[in-house]
């Protein structure tokens, strides 16, 4: 079967930097998407990585290891407004989107 | 990207009935979306709606139950049809337009049924 794994849930500090990882198995391999989501509102589009390595953007950071089946998000110089969940998303070989369960995170002053 | 509007933004529905959910984007594109959004969880896919064609529809979803409509290239519809609690979710459609295939979300449409 498919499946992508992210933590549930992190804390970290403002102004700090957080890493969310997110592993995955799933039939082929499209691409990866990260998502920001704030409550209540639409997931918003943050990053794409389909070749091995860091894609930069800003305070935001995305790597890929296809070997490992593995990615993760690096926010740096944490603002309390980066408080939201973020969703890791695996393009299969179909094209379909395959959705992770989301990290929820916490900023705290 | 791609600017999507939908309507209703909110509803509270009684047990039995159905709802109507509509989906505008500001551009044509090919490839819509629909997702149901449990609270605290991640997106589920309840179907692709396309353009001149039926819905394809993911397992655990049926047309009868979730009926689509795609009259052209910048509109959709979704009925949530003979509602029950369990349906109380929000409502996202989605397209598929960004230069790496990224999705954009509508707002949502955030569905109670009493």
């Known amino acids: 079967g498919q499946n992508i794994d992210q933590p549930t849930e992190m804390t970290a500090t403002e102004g700090a930097i957080v890493q969310i990882n997110c592993t995955y198995q799933?039939?082929?391999?499209?691409?990866l998407f990260w998502y920001q989501q704030h409550a209540g509102e639409a997931p918003t589009f943050l990053s794409y990585?389909?070749l091995d390595g860091l894609e930069e953007k800003g305070r935001f950071s995305s790597f890929l290891s296809r070997s490992k089946g593995y990615s993760y998000l690096l926010l740096k110089e944490l603002q309390m407004k980066d408080s939201a969940s973020y969703l890791c998303?695996?393009?299969?070989?179909?094209?379909?989107?395959?959705w992770g369960a989301g990290t929820k995170l916490i900023i705290k002053p | 990207s791609a600017v999507i509007s939908q309507k209703p933004s909110r509803d509270i529905c009684q047990r039995g009935t159905s709802l109507t959910i509509q989906c505008q984007v500001d551009?044509?594109?090919?490839?819509m979306f629909w997702y149901r959004q449990q609270p605290g969880q991640s997106l589920t896919l309840i179907a692709t709606?396309?353009?001149?064609?039926?819905?394809?529809?993911e397992s655990g979803f049926v047309i009868d139950k979730f009926p689509i409509s795609r009259p052209n290239l910048t509109f959709s519809t979704l009925t949530v049809s003979n509602m029950s609690p369990e349906d109380s979710s929000i409502y996202l459609c989605?397209?598929?337009?960004?230069?790496?295939?990224?999705?954009?979300f509508g707002p949502g449409t955030r569905l109670t049924v009493t």
């Open positions: 989605s397209v598929k337009t960004g230069e790496v295939g990224e999705q954009y």
């Open positions: 551009s044509q594109v090919t490839m």
């Open positions: 709606a396309n353009q001149g064609s039926e819905a394809t529809y």
């Open positions: 799933t039939s082929g391999f499209n691409g």
């Open positions: 990585n389909v």
């Open positions: 998303a695996v393009m299969d070989s179909n094209y379909q989107l395959i």
